[in-house]
């Protein structure tokens, strides 16, 4: 994977954000690959085509590209509120591509993929209505927020400027995969609600009490829920069932 991007497909180009765009799009499909079946190339789809910005034609995994000059911080900006909400509920929903790079040396800093399944409800940030004299007047937005995703949702392709191996990255890939037999987003944010309390354990190994130290804050992020106790329980038997964890006896759980 070569990290340069290439300046001359953007010298006819007048504004930054296109020059960006084609830029990020052109690097894509000429380096990225398809972290789903490891399929060395992937295709752009025609600018009319809404749905997303590349797919891959051998698995037809469908991934939208975002891109940013800076680092890209606990949120990103997005579109429109109640479309993203919509577009979670629906099967055809793409894989996030990640980009950003910097530009005095046109070189892609870091890179990395959000599978699909890691998108839920919970992620989404109804931003505030745009203002009645904006041309979009109550119009609303969204933020996505990387900083509620687990950290095995941000699958990094290159990080800080160093190329992963490819079969580190498709392994990662696959590790998750079993989230998408679960269909109801609401069931997916749970578990991946737990996940992110046993990556901020941060051990290899950990007691069922490590976790219900998160009681608490997934009571205040699921307040209709009366049993988080049994809830924390019964994920970890999931993420067990699902080869994500092994259980060690006694109360105790390793990552598998
Ligand atoms: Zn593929």
């Known amino acids: 994977m070569n990290l340069d991007l290439d ?5 006819s180009y007048k504004s930054s954000s296109q020059r960006a765009r084609v830029l990020t799009e052109a690097w894509v499909n000429k ?33 939208e590209l975002k891109s940013k000059k800076d680092s890209f911080g606990a949120k990103i900006v997005d579109g429109d509120y109640q479309a993203m909400l919509k577009r979670l509920a629906d ?27 890691f998108f839920v409800p919970e992620i989404i940030e109804e931003r505030k ?12 937005g969204c933020n996505i927020l990387l900083s509620r995703m687990p950290e095995a949702g941000r699958i990094f392709l290159v990080k800080d400027g160093q190329v992963k191996p490819k079969e580190d990255v498709c392994a990662v890939w696959q590790k998750t995969l079993f989230l998408r037999e679960k ?17 901020a354990v941060r051990k290899k190994e950990f007691t069922l009490a490590d976790i219900y130290k998160f ?21 970890l038997q999931i993420l067990r069932d699902k080869g994500y964890l092994v259980f060690l006896g006694k109360g105790r759980y390793g990552l598998a």
């Open 7 to 11: 300046k001359r497909a953007v010298e």
């Open 31 to 63: 380096e990225a690959y398809c972290p789903n079946c490891g399929n060395a190339r992937l295709t752009k789809y025609s600018n009319n085509k809404p749905v997303a910005d590349f797919f891959c034609r051998s698995c037809n995994e469908d991934f």
């Open 91 to 117: 099967v055809h929903n793409p894989n996030f591509f990640l980009l950003n790079y910097d530009l005095c040396s046109y070189q892609v800093l870091n890179f990395f993929v959000i599978p699909k399944h």
């Open 129 to 140: 209505p745009l203002s009645i004299d904006a041309e979009r007047a109550e119009w609303i």
């Open 183 to 199: 269909k109801k987003a609401e069931s997916r944010g749970w578990i991946l609600d737990v996940m992110r309390c046993i990556e």
């Open 215 to 235: 009681e608490s804050i997934l009571f205040e992020q699921h307040p209709d829920n009366r049993h988080i106790k049994d809830k924390i329980r019964q994920q």
